[in-house]
Nanobody, 121 residues
């Protein structure tokens, strides 16, 4: 019903920048919120940043001041601008969306397959 596709990952040197994108497609009524999570090897998945359809944002302390989340509601696309990247930002980054598939049902979580970010010299 809902597909989330991430793009923009890759290899970058410490101090560099990357911009991730997550495009939502399919049949649904509305997207209530979207978020980026990441999972490093041997670690649990953690919330990096989120944005509601009203524009409210949240950032994990570890990325505040370096990452910026945004969305284009008309395109059902979310972005994560990542600046001043550090080796500890290395992880698979996953897109999450809370979607109202039909107006009469509860919102549901959907996940993308992830995009790899490697920060290394």
């Amino acid at each position: 019903q809902v597909q989330l596709v991430e793009s923009g990952g890759g290899l970058v040197q410490p101090g560099g920048s990357l911009r991730l994108a997550c495009a939502a497609s399919g049949s649904f009524f509305s997207i209530n919120a979207m978020a980026w999570y990441r999972q490093a090897p041997g670690k649990q998945r953690e919330l990096v940043a989120s944005i509601t359809n009203g524009g409210s944002t949240y950032y994990a302390n570890s990325v505040k001041g370096r990452f910026a989340i945004s969305s284009d509601n008309g395109k059902n696309t979310m972005y994560l601008q990542m600046n001043s990247l550090k080796p500890e930002d290395t992880a698979v980054y996953y897109c999450n969306a809370v979607v109202q598939v039909v107006v009469t049902a509860s919102a549901r979580d959907f996940w993308g397959r992830g995009t790899q970010v490697i920060v290394s010299s």
